[in-house]
Each structure stands twice: as C-alpha cells, then as structure tokens.
C-alpha cells in the first residue's frame, strides 16, 4: 500500500508513523514540517474541562485519546530516546467571581450527569493545589485525570519516529489533487513532480481543502481559527499544574512545563488566515492571567505567537474516506488536536490500511456534511 499524506502537523506525523508500523509505503509532504498550530498549541490533554453541551460524542473521542497517552508517548520515546514532556499531574479550574463560580458548578453538574467525576474545591482549597493563585479566587474544579505534553517535542519525537520506520518526507508543497478514472491516484507538487499513490490523506490543518483538482465539496469546508498565545519563563517552580481561569467570563489558562516554560493562551478570533500577533490579543491574556495569578508580571518574557486551529462546520474533526475514491480527510480537530492525537492515528491508519477502525470513531466521517445537505 502507498501512501501520501499531505501535511506533517501533530495528525499527519502520528498517522504517518502509525501507517508505517502497519506496513504501509508512506511519504509525507509538507514544506515546513510542524509549522502550523501544531507548533504554537499548549498542549493540554483535558477533555473533562473542555466539555460543553452537545459535544458528548466528541467527549468520548477526547477520553479515548487521553486513555491511550501514556501508551503512545512510551513507545515514541522509546524508540527515538526523545522526551515528549508529557505529565498527568491534573488541571486546576478556578473562578474568579460569583459568576464564574456559577459556571463551573453548572459544567461540574453536567460532567457528573455524564459518570465523570469533579472535584469541587473552596477557594482555600484551590490555594492550597496552587500556591500562587489570588487571594480573590472564589473556588475551583480539579480534573485529576487531565494532563498536558509539549507539542513542540511532541513533533520533533514523532519526526524521529516516522524516519525509524521508513517514513519518506518531501519537503515541499502539495499543489494538487491527481485524480485518474474517478479516484485519487496521488499528489502533485509545487515544482511539478508528481507523487503516486493507492491512497492520499490531507492533513494540513485549515489548508487541507487548498489542493486544485479537488472536486467540488470533497472535503469538507475547514475554517482558520486564530489563537495567539504567551511563552513565559519561570526560574523557580510557578504552577504545579495546568490551570485554567475564568475571569469574568473571559477564559485564560496557563500551562507549565518541566523546563520552567509556561505557556499562557489563548484568544480565539475568526480572522481567516491571520497569524498577526496584536498587542490586544496579549493584553487581555496578561490582564486576565493576573487577576488570577499575580505574580505572572514577575516572569520572564520569552516568545508570542500566534497559529491556526483548522475547524470543521461542528468543530469536531474531519476523519475519513471522502466522496472522492482513494482521498481520505484527516482534519479539523480545532482546539483538541494534541489531545486527539493518538486516537486519530489508530483511526486514520486503521481506514487508510483497511484495518478494524476503533467504534469511537463513527461520528466524526466527512459524509456527516454531506448528509445534512442532503437532508
Ligand atoms: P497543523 O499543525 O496546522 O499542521 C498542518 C501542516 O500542514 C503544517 O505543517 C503545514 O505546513 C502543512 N501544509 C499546509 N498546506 C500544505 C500543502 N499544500 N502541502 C503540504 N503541507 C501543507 N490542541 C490541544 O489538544 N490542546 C491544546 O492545549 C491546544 N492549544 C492550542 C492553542 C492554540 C493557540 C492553537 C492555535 C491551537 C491549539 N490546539 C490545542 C489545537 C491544535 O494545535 C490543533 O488542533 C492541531 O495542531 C492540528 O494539527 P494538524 O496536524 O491538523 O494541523
């Protein structure tokens, strides 16, 4: 089986790796491999405080993810000696007034409807988890399960991974779909080689529908969605854990890593293909990470920047065979790549390989849209 895949994100990478174990021929095209939101994301691994109304199926999707972390980067670090900078010491949700409060006592109702625990815990309480939290705080969540990993290092190890297994990457731009008869039969690139394959999977974030020679409504339109974050740096321990604020209303979390980087995001704006970083976007990061957390002004500064997310109509992923025979979508995972990383690898290689796909998966093949359309 030959494979192509168009985009070395976190999801293209994990699948390319996956698929090679599996057997497959696989190269992997992307001019600048882990360039996109993959290298500007946090990297937490909470599906519990993420989840909102209606997202159910896409809750289940997260814990399975979640569930097969700890598998997944031991076996990558394994095989490349590379550290991904995964932890499971939890994730601290607090409020920072009444309203806030109210909110997350609501979202604990709901999880808890749902058979997930939450701890709830008093103000006191979440200052005792996190030392460093206001005086102010009014009361919190504790998600003991959440995580996080560094996606940065995340990608360098899966790089790693996929050339062990044989991985061919191409450094340069898909610019078109080849189709042959009525099905995909490779990828054409910017300098004019063309690339043959039984099987194409687009990977590349909210770029995936970009390629000519995609039929009309093939993949499904997938949307930039602009998040900029901080990158600071703390010389004696900070945070304990990812902790996540409400500030009236407005959500703020910041992220620490083994190495003292702490990573503080993130704004959500539907900007298109923007990735300009504005001294807004960063006020009201630091404005709202200081209510919480007022020793945050004493950190050192170390990088702002800003990426994508790729999100679908629904804001859930985008995995499957498309209209297109031999053309498979590996997309949209908005605000949850990371997270959805391993699952979406077992998935996506599992269809792309013909093998048993994981039932977690049913609800998230392109022709979800296509039937609503039809409907
Ligand atoms: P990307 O990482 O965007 O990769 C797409 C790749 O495709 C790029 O390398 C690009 O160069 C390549 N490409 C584009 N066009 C072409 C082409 N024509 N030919 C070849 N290659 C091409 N998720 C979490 O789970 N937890 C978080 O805490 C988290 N925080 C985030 C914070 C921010 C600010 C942002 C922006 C995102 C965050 N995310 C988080 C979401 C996560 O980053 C994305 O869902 C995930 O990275 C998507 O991965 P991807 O591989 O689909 O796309």
Redesign the pocket.
Known sequence: MEIVI????????ATAWRAAAGGASVVL??????????????????PVSELTYGEEPLLRLGLASRDRYGAFVAELEDLTGLDTGYRTDGLLQVASDADDLKYLEDLRRFQESLGIPAQPLTGRECRRAEPMLAPGVRGGLLAPEDG?VD?RRL?AALLAAAGRLGVRLVR????RIVVEGDAAAGVGL?DGTVLRADRVLL??????G??DGLPPGTVPPVRP?????IRLRARVPFLRRTTRGLVKGSSV?L?PRADGEI?L???QEELGFDTRVTAGGLWELLRDARELLPGITELEFAEV??????GSPDNAPVMGPTALPGLFA????????????PVSADILSAMLLDGPVPEVAGPFTPDRFSAEVQA
């Open positions: 168009v985009g070395a994100g976190v999801i293209g990478l095209v992307d001019p600048a491999p882990a360039s996109g939101a993959s290298s500007v994301a946090a990297g937490m691994l909470t996080s996606p990608t340069r731009r898909a610019a910017d990977a590349a974030g909210p770029w995936s970009d390629l969605v602009k998040g900029q974050v979390y992220v990573v995001g993130a704004t920047t800003a990426g994508l997310r790729p590996g997309t949209g995972h908005f605000r949850n790549g990371v997270l959805l990383t």
